[in-house]
């Protein structure tokens, strides 16, 4: 079974500021998916970032990118030049492919202007 | 593209009542996943449907219960209700392996 596991409960930042939101994974599968969704208070999941195993590349989206340790099974988000609308809990999930979401408890990102 | 939808958005019912949430997918998804959201948790998996069938089941109980359309929408049943059923109710799409959420139905037990 696949775990996941984000130590870091809150956090906060000032506005244009760089956070880093920590993840880390267990699974003895060598293909899977990692992703970085938020979910403000309107509550709608929206997928921020995706990375696909079998890459090395750091996946890369505007001010969001990831750092991904295979080896270490490490998984992090970071946010560059912090806006207001960046706060929302965020929340570290794998997956194999078409099947479930194994997602970690989250970090709720506060942004402070 | 409408996207994700579903139906209720919030819904109260008292402890051992059945309720059925509803969902439809993105336009030419096929795939439709079920997760439950407690307050303050992230989304446990319930269970996934493909061409009308549960393909994967998470750890829940058989009081939960699902069905898949023709068209690919999907309904969640769930019954004799527990206080501890209180959650946010998630459905997602997918395609590809990106799944994309709908906004939920925040479900009360009573």
């Known amino acids: 079974a696949q775990t996941v596991t984000q130590s870091q409960p809150e956090m906060s930042v000032q506005e244009a500021e760089t956070v880093t939101l920590s993840c880390t994974y267990d699974?003895?599968?060598?293909?899977?998916?990692l992703f970085w969704y938020k979910q403000p208070p309107s509550r709608q999941m929206i997928l921020v970032i995706r990375?696909?195993?079998?890459?090395?590349q750091n996946a890369t989206e505007n001010r969001f990118s990831v750092n991904f340790q295979k080896a270490a099974k490490s998984f992090s988000l970071k946010i560059s030049d912090s806006q207001l609308g960046d706060t929302a809990m965020y929340f570290c999930?794998?997956?194999?492919?078409?099947?479930?979401?194994?997602f970690g408890t989250g970090t709720r990102l506060t942004i402070i202007p | 593209d409408a996207g994700v939808t579903q139906s209720p958005t919030h819904l109260i019912k008292t402890r051992g009542q059945q309720v059925t949430l509803r969902c439809s997918p993105k336009?030419?998804?096929?795939?439709v996943s079920w997760y439950q959201q407690a307050l303050g948790q992230g989304p446990q998996f319930i269970f996934q449907?493909?061409?009308?069938?549960?393909?994967q089941r998470g750890n829940f109980p058989d009081r939960f219960s699902g069905h898949q359309f023709p068209n690919y929408s999907s309904e969640l049943n769930v019954n004799a209700l527990l206080l501890g059923d209180s959650a946010l109710y998630l459905c997602?799409?997918?395609?590809?392996?990106?799944?994309?959420f709908g906004p939920g139905t925040r479900l009360t037990v009573l």
């Open positions: 999930a794998l997956n194999f492919g078409n099947e479930k979401l194994t």
């Open positions: 699974t003895s599968e060598n293909n899977y998916y």
């Open positions: 990375q696909e195993a079998y890459k090395q």
């Open positions: 336009s030419g998804h096929d795939t």
């Open positions: 449907y493909y061409e009308e069938e549960e393909r």
């Open positions: 997602a799409s997918n395609l590809l392996g990106e799944q994309f």
